[in-house]
């Protein structure tokens, strides 16, 4: 079946505009999470997801970052007023509520470079 | 808080040489233990997991890894390397604190030499 997918796989913006990042995760899995993948800080989770609410948003690094999840399916990770330091690979990852629920499965990635 | 320490950020291997990629973590209760493998470009694969039960696991592709409480360890290893294990790997856990995050180690990238 469909994996997670991600759009758009790349975005180049200007500092200072404000950015929308898509997941689609797999079909039937209730849990989303997001993290953040960059040269300085490594892996880093930002936001977990049961169905649509976020009860774990605890790796957010600041208040320009936010993110919602409509329907227990696609979530939007949004980024307001980008700055460079916000470049970074964005990785989704879905798991299933079931007892298996430690197991992540990734998508490939939104690659965001802050300009 | 939980870490995960992944030692050395790059090991070389020969083609058919056993592979060896080491992973400590720390916690007052066993976690839920993870190695991925990151190809170039792509996104997280998982290789194996340990949650409970048989402390040896075996993923894809070959790899195993034993998960050692008495040295909080979990290493990955390969008995033989191919050219296509090179890549990035990365271990990790999920505290068992009812936190679903997982928390990454800093991550080891593989190189086989022909």
């Known amino acids: 079946g469909a994996g997670v997918s991600q759009s758009p796989s790349n975005k180049v913006t200007e500092k200072g505009k404000d950015v929308e990042l898509r997941c689609d995760p797999i079909?039937?899995?209730?849990?989303l999470y997001w993290y953040r993948q960059s040269l300085g800080q490594g892996l880093e989770f930002l936001i977990y997801?049961?169905?649509?609410?976020?009860?774990?948003k605890s790796g957010l690094p600041s208040d320009r970052f936010s993110a919602e999840r409509t329907g227990g399916s696609v979530s939007t990770l949004t980024i307001q007023r980008t700055q460079q330091e916000d470049s970074a690979v964005y990785l989704c990852a879905s798991s299933s509520r079931s007892g298996t629920f430690y197991e992540q499965y990734f998508g490939p990635g939104t690659r965001l470079t802050v300009t | 808080a939980q870490s995960v320490t992944q030692l050395g950020s790059h090991v070389s291997v020969s083609e058919g040489a056993l592979v060896l990629l080491r992973c400590n973590y720390s916690s007052s209760v066993p976690p839920y233990l993870f190695w991925y493998v990151q190809y170039p470009n792509q996104g997280l694969q998982l290789l194996l997991k340990?949650?409970?039960?048989?402390?040896l696991v075996k993923g894809i592709n070959g790899f195993e890894a034993e998960f050692k409480k008495s040295e909080t360890s979990f290493h990955l290893t390969k008995p033989s390397a191919h050219m296509s294990d090179a890549a990035e790997y990365f271990c990790a856990v999920i505290p068992d604190t009812g936190r679903r995050a997982l928390t990454f180690g800093s991550g080891t990238r593989l190189q086989v030499q022909p």
């Open positions: 340990y949650t409970t039960g048989a402390t």
């Open positions: 079909s039937g899995h209730t849990a």
């Open positions: 997801f049961q169905g649509n609410s976020a009860p774990d």
